[in-house]
T-cell receptor, first 115, second 115 residues
């Protein structure tokens, strides 16, 4: 079936450190891939997405590249800030032609950034 | 404009009670999803509506769970005879439609605690 596996947290980094959160997926067909972020006390927000192989999604200094050959969508940021402290979820949707289905999420990775 | 709203934000129910959780999607959004997020886990799909039609209810964990969207806008998730394992955050998301480029926007969730 379709599933998402992401690295377990929590991840604790110092400000300005490099961030990688690994995400791999299992899916039939050609899923779209997403990173969602949940800041403390807030709802889920879309951080970035990629809809086909080799696409790179980017937002707020975060990047992830859709790698079909390794079925991966790792999240990276070159220099994290305290304000990046949150829980990050990797997710996919199955696609049916031009339509998308429901989101399938990983378990989430909690990131804490210390000043 | 207004985002997705959910009410109540918090609900405590005694085991065996029925509860009803409300979702107000973004105006004009055709697609509506319900997800269940257990503590420390990623959200899991429950059910999907396109307008008033419930097209997928494969994620509902038991026949105690029932969802409706009678006029194609507001949706209610009802849980009958609540059990402790129903304790979770229930998330609602809406999108313009099913096309692959349409983002799902999440509400803040309803935290259900069954005692």
């Amino acid at each position: 079936g379709n599933s998402v596996t992401q690295m377990e947290g929590p991840v604790t980094l110092s400000e300005e450190a490099f961030l990688t959160i690994n995400c791999t997926y299992t899916a039939t067909g050609y899923p779209s891939l997403f990173w969602y972020v949940q800041y403390p006390g807030e709802g889920l927000q879309l951080l970035l997405k990629a809809t086909k192989a080799d696409d790179k999604g980017s937002n707020k200094g975060f990047e992830a590249t859709y790698r079909k050959e390794t079925t991966s969508f790792h999240l990276e940021k070159g220099s994290v800030q305290v304000s990046d402290s949150a829980v990050y979820f990797c997710a996919l949707t199955r696609n049916y032609g031009g339509s998308q289905g429901n989101l399938i999420f990983g378990k989430g990775t909690k990131l804490s950034v210390k000043p | 404009g207004a985002g997705v709203s959910q009410s109540p934000r918090y609900k405590v129910a005694k085991r065996g009670q029925d509860v009803a959780l409300r979702c107000d999607p973004i105006s004009g959004h055709v697609s509506l999803f319900w997800y269940q997020q257990a503590l420390g886990q990623g959200p899991e799909f429950l059910t999907y509506f396109q307008n008033e039609a419930q097209l997928d209810k494969s994620g509902l964990p038991s026949d105690r769970f029932f969802a409706e969207r009678p006029e194609g806008s507001v949706s209610t998730l009802k849980i009958q005879r609540t059990q402790q394992e129903d304790s979770a955050v229930y998330l609602c998301a809406s999108s313009l439609g099913q096309l692959r480029n349409y983002e799902q926007y999440f509400g803040p969730g309803t935290r259900l605690t069954v005692t």
